[in-house]
Every structure is written in C-alpha cells, then in structure tokens.
C-alpha cells in the first residue's frame, strides 16, 4: 500500500516540489495529497506533476489558518488515514521592527505557528492511536538566518525578529512534542532550509519594495536598505538552495530507517551553526555577526563573490543533506 502524505502549501516553491517528486516516485511508494489555499492557484503544480495528477497525486483545499478548512480537509481523507504530515505553508516578514504592526505580527504566528499547531492537532490522535506515523515541519536553518534571515531554529537573524520568532516557537513546540510522540511510534523531523529560491524570497523583496517604514528613524532605515538588503542578496545567490534540493532532503528523511530529528539541508552553514553553540553565553555569535554586518560589509561582499566562484554548481550539487 503507498503511504499517504499529506502537504500544505503546494501552490508554489518547496511544498510543489516536495508533492512532485514524491507523486512521481519510481517505486509509486507515495499517494499525495497536495493541499493550497486556493484551488486557482493549482496550474503550476498541476503542470509539473503530469501523468501523477489525479493518480499519485490529488489536490485539496486547505487553509492553515481555518479551523474549518483544516478539520474539512482530514475529515475527507479516507479514513483519516495520514502517514506523513508535512507542514510547508508559511510566509514570511522582514524590516525594521518598528514599521511593523501587531496584526501584521499576528498573522506570521497564525501562519508559520499555529497554523502548524492546527494541523498536528488534527493528524496527531489517529497517528497516535495507529501506533504510526511521520510529522514533518519546514522550519529554518540555524546559520544563515541569524545573519540575513534565512536559517536558525535557536539564533535571532537581524531584521527577520518577528518570523525567527515564529520559527523559533516551532522549535521549542515540536523539540517537546517529539519525545512524548516517541512513545507512540511518531516521528517528529525538522527540514532546516537556508535561503532557498522560491516566490518566498520575491515576495519579501517586493514586500519591503512597497513599504516606507513609518515610525522608523532614518539610521534604521539606512541600516536595513543600504546594509541588510545587499548582504542579503549576497547570502541567496551565494547559497541559495533550489526547492528541489529541499524536497529530495525531504525525502531522503522520510525514507530512512531511523529519521533525525534535524535536518540541515545545506552543510555550508554548519560553521555558522558551530558558532552558535560554541559559547553558550550567546555573546561570540551575536558579536561576530555584528562585526560582519556593520563592520565588514564590503568584505562580506567580496567574500561571498569568491564562494560563488569555488562553488560555481559543480559543489552545490553535494551540498543536499543529511546523506
Ligand atoms: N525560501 C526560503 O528561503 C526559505 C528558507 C527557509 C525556510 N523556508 C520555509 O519554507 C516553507 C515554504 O516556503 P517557500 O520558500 O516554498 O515559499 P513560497 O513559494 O512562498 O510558498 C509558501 C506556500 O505557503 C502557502 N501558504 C501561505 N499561507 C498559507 C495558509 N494560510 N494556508 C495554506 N497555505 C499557505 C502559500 O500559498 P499561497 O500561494 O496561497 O500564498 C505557498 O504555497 C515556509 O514555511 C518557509 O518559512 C523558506
């Protein structure tokens, strides 16, 4: 019998990718329920599954945000029957935190939070009472982000305070859950991206194109346009990750005997990881990032110029963890 997965978020980026390349798994091992918020979103991955549409792969309706919309989907899945929850749909926000509205705040958590919450909610029971199954979150590497905002489950990345936040929270949620789930013969594993090129990435650009950052003092803003915006855009083309990379990680996790429960998907960022947990005080990494940004910037840059050179394709193509 294939497993049934079940995706949020596959209108684009990650979530289509991962639905795509396990629908079309050689082995037929998966079927795939690829779920969006709106179903006029559905051209794309319709488009790139092919022949897996409406064989290994089926489309629902799902909003991570509804109570309803997420209780009407798993209550149509025969049986209630999910084998792998992979939670993907999240959004993003970036900026100085003083343009930045508690609604606007809200709704990141409502999202990348509880609408995670929501959905173990729902699938945790009968996995638990089947004594099976595998919960999967897309969350956020460790490295990258608490620099430029594209990586760590426990660093803050400069600029990304309120969606680290709400990466963070994931963290300490599913850190707590999994050893109860252990019990029960549930898996819990983390995907941990670095900047990955996906809609994600445009839409933070365009977001922050739009905005004029009322409330927030000319330095800041300084700071965060002419500092934070051109290292970010370093950081994505140097190491930027395509969404596929991300979804054969996750494959490769839900195919091993013995899943981790952390998943680093780019080992160029252990360094920076490695950091992090090298002085416990927190003070040598919130320093050494703070000297890259403000003080070496234009070194960064070069630097970055250098990586882009030595790992021009023919490494990147190793860099897909864990192996
Ligand atoms: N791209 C990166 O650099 C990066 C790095 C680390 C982690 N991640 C994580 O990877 C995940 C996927 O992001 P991505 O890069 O693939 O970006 P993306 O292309 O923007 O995809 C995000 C998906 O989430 C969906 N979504 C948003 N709100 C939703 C809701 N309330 N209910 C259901 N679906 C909703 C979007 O649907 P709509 O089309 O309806 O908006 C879209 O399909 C996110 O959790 C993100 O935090 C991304």
Not at 29 to 36: K, P
Not at 59 to 78: F, G
Not at 292 to 307: D, I
């Amino acid at each position: 019998m294939p497993k049934v997965v079940l995706i949020t978020g596959c209108s684009s980026g990650i979530g289509l990718r991962i639905a795509v390349m396990l629908a079309k798994d050689e082995k037929k091992r998966y079927h795939v329920i690829a779920t969006m918020r709106d179903l006029k979103r559905k051209d794309k991955l319709v488009e790139a599954a092919g022949d897996a549409y409406g064989n290994t792969l089926t489309l629902q309706t799902l909003d991570v945000c509804s109570d309803e919309s997420v209780k009407h989907c798993i209550s149509s899945v025969k049986d209630r029957h999910i084998d792998v929850l992979i939670n993907n749909a999240g959004i993003g926000l970036v900026g100085p935190l003083e343009s930045i509205s508690i609604d606007e705040m809200k709704n990141v958590f409502e999202t990348n939070f509880f609408g995670v919450v929501r959905m173990i909610k729902e699938v945790m029971p009968d996995m638990k009472r089947r004594r099976g199954g595998h919960i999967i979150i897309v969350s956020s590497t460790g490295l990258v982000r608490t620099l430029w905002g594209h990586g760590l489950p426990a660093a803050g990345v400069v600029f990304n305070d309120v969606y680290a936040a709400s990466k963070f929270a994931m963290e300490g949620f599913c850190e707590s859950l999994a050893v109860q789930l252990l019990k029960f013969n549930v898996t819990v594993s983390m995907i941990e991206p670095g900047p990955v090129h996906t809609e994600f990435e445009a839409k933070m650009v365009e977001d922050v194109s739009r905005k004029e950052f009322p409330g927030t003092d000319p330095e800041t803003v300084q700071y965060f346009k002419n500092v934070y915006l051109p290292s970010s855009v370093d950081i994505f083309e140097t190491l930027g990750q395509t969404p596929d990379d991300i979804a054969r990680c996750t494959k490769k996790v839900i195919e091993a005997s013995r899943p981790r429960f952390r998943n680093l998907t780019n080992p160029l960022y252990t360094p920076i990881v490695a950091l992090k947990y090298a002085d416990e005080t927190g003070g040598l990494s919130v320093r050494t990032f703070y000297h890259v940004l403000f003080n070496l910037g234009a070194l960064m840059h070069v630097a970055m110029k250098a990586l882009r050179c030595v790992t021009c394709g023919c490494l990147r193509g190793r860099t897909v963890s864990p192996d």
